[in-house]
């Protein structure tokens, strides 16, 4: 009798146990199915903790995943993350200085991404976006909306073509002068400079430089050639045969909604990546600067090169730059937008690899 009492309590113990497994593997399967997650609805996200073999085959990423990848490129890489708090309050995840390169690096080799600069064609974007300094021996690989403009001042005052890097000047000049680019140069004069010249690049965070340049060129400096070329396309695509000849009034919504889709010759070097137009797995950058740190960054870069006594990075103009953030723009524009977090999830797949380059945390919680 007692054997047989022993035995029933071992079968209801082990049932009482398979059930208890059970529930735990059918909860776990509806949060990696993404059936139970919140809003934003994070479709299989545990599935997609990255591993050594390499990124998620659906190629989507979220924050979480960014935060653990960032773990993983390097052991030390936590203590060098901070969370800085900028004067709207809102923190973002940024990377030391000194761990920006080998972040990237460990990014590349993640994605599998490397390649040498030498097997894209002349033609690629990269050659025409690195300007070359022979007398002081740097490379500079300019991105629109973030500070470029100053940085051609900045050459050309070391040029002698400016007294200073704040003398007045047609901001539409200096960009069309004639710069020297990697193009120009044949692949033995390519691979020299790359090898022994100082390269460096600048970034922000992808979306406030696209909502920079939506109101650059669509709103507070509109170009005849931004509204014929693109914004007549824009108005063509999304506004069922109601455009006009010049292109004018794009909503940024008709923006958003042209980025995201934008391929080949829609892709304009204002909305490009940083990975596309500056090809950071191929060229070995020195230094990558931000324009949230972009008077400290320009400063070091200045000293490296040893110009720092002969020129000085323009300073902002108080009257200019003091007025809003340029997150308050980015969530003023967000805000804006029907069905924001739909956009956002688009955007950050569109943006995801230069997100996950520079260090910058998702912009859904960032901005909204």
């Not at 709103?219 to 063509?236: L, N």
């Amino acid at each position: 009798m007692f054997s047989t009492l022993r035995r029933a309590s071992w079968l209801f113990l082990t049932l009482m146990v398979l059930s208890c497994v059970g529930m735990v593997l059918f909860w776990k399967n509806m949060f990696l199915s993404g059936k139970a997650s919140g809003p934003l609805g994070r479709k299989s996200l545990g599935t997609r903790v990255l591993s050594e073999a390499g990124p998620p085959t659906d190629g989507a990423t979220d924050d979480v995943l960014l935060r653990r990848f960032l773990e993983k490129v390097n052991n030390t890489i936590d203590a060098r993350i901070a969370a800085k708090v900028r004067d709207n309050k809102q923190a973002q995840l940024q990377l030391h200085p000194s761990s920006r390169t080998s972040h990237v690096a460990g990014v590349c080799q993640w994605c599998k991404c490397q390649q040498n600069l030498t097997e894209l064609d002349v033609t690629h974007t990269v050659y025409h976006h690195i300007i070359v300094s022979d007398k002081y021996k740097f490379l500079y690989c300019y991105v629109p909306k973030v500070a470029c403009t100053n940085w051609k001042r900045v050459i050309k005052a070391l040029e002698g073509s400016l007294a200073s890097t704040d003398q007045e000047i047609d901001i539409y000049e200096i960009h069309r002068k004639n710069w020297t680019y990697l193009k120009d140069y044949d692949q033995a004069g390519i691979q020299h400079r790359l090898q022994n010249y100082y390269k460096f690049m600048f970034v922000r965070d992808p979306l406030e430089r696209l909502v920079s340049a939506y109101r650059d060129k669509f709103v507070e400096h509109p170009e005849e050639y931004f509204g014929r070329r693109f914004g007549t396309r824009i108005q063509k695509m999304f506004r069922n045969g109601m455009w006009n000849i010049l292109g004018a009034d794009v909503t940024f919504q008709e923006f958003v909604r042209f980025v995201i889709q934008a391929k080949g010759y829609d892709l304009n070097e204002h909305w490009q990546s940083y990975n596309e137009l500056c090809q950071p797995c191929a060229v070995n950058y020195d230094f990558i600067g931000t324009y949230e740190n972009l008077e400290e960054d320009a400063e070091h870069v200045l000293k490296v090169l040893d110009v720092d006594k002969k020129v000085s990075f323009p300073r902002r103009q108080a009257q200019i730059y003091n007025k809003r953030t340029t997150r308050e723009v980015l969530k003023e524009h967000l805000d804006g937008l029907p069905d924001a977090e739909s956009y956002l999830r688009k955007l950050w797949t569109k943006y995801s690899l230069d997100y996950a380059m520079f260090g910058y945390g998702m912009p859904v919680r960032d901005a909204r």
